[in-house]
């Protein structure tokens, strides 16, 4: 069975412009949620969609958003990049019910210069 | 809100040593923890999930224990090896519903063992 699977996996962008990082869920898992990885603030939540519906948002400023389609796949999009949003962003996906474990994607590494 | 600490940040080992990493939490009200591991440059890989009822769980030479009541879990890694060398992270998540499934991470410990 495939694993969560992110693309692009490496991205360099110019402050001011603004990125589109897709993610592929887990067959049959319907959560996806988001996160960004910093040297210096670790693992943060950004947000998570169920059923093309966010369900919950971490504490980011607007020009984070995102989307679930129909199929589960979900997107993230930043906007007006900063320096500071170089990062790892990663995704993860889960089924519902008690034993849901969650499993993450590879990541993709966006560089902003 | 939720506060996830591991310790140590870091620790170097022989390769056969058993070793035990640390997480606490502040909120003793969790959902479950889980436990992962991320090696360099990569994504996180899922090593063991507990559940808010149970103790512990275990899988192969990996065991991980919660005590809910003192805000802690522990990793314990038997004969460590070469290979075991990565960050291991631990996440709490504070229950099922909206507003509360999101994971709060630890800084992670990082792993190296010496063959």
């Known amino acids: 069975k495939a694993g969560v699977t992110q693309t692009p996996r490496y991205l360099i962008k110019t402050r001011g412009q603004q990125v589109t990082l897709s993610c592929s869920p887990i067959?049959?898992?319907?959560?996806v949620s988001w996160y960004q990885q910093t040297p210096g603030q670790g693992l943060q939540f950004l947000f998570e969609?169920?059923?093309?519906?966010?369900?919950n948002k971490g504490n980011f400023p607007g020009r984070f958003s995102g989307r679930q389609f129909s199929n589960s796949r979900s997107e993230m999009n930043v906007s007006t990049l900063e320096l500071g949003d170089s990062a790892l962003y990663l995704c993860?996906?889960?089924?519902?019910?008690?034993?849901?474990?969650?499993?993450f994607g590879e990541g993709s590494w966006l560089t902003v210069v | 809100k939720q506060e996830v600490t591991q310790i140590p940040a870091a620790l170097s080992v022989p390769e056969g040593e058993n070793l035990v990493l640390n997480c606490s939490f502040t909120?003793?009200?969790?959902?479950?923890l889980q436990w992962f591991r991320q090696d360099p440059g990569k994504g996180l890989t899922s090593l063991l999930l507990?559940?808010?009822?149970?103790r512990e769980q275990t899988s192969g030479r990996l065991n991980a224990s919660l005590d809910k009541s003192s805000g802690r879990s522990t990793l314990y890694i038997a004969a460590s090896q070469p290979g075991d060398s990565a960050t291991y992270l631990c996440?709490?998540?504070?229950?099922?519903?909206?507003?509360?499934?999101?994971?709060?991470f630890g800084s992670g410990t990082r792993l190296q063992v010496q063959p």
């Open positions: 909120d003793s009200a969790i959902y479950n």
């Open positions: 996440a709490v998540r504070l229950g099922s519903d909206t507003g509360r499934r999101a994971l709060t």
């Open positions: 507990i559940q808010s009822s149970q």
């Open positions: 067959s049959g898992h319907r959560s």
């Open positions: 993860a996906s889960s089924s519902e019910g008690r034993g849901n474990t969650i499993y």
């Open positions: 969609y169920f059923s093309e519906t966010q369900r």
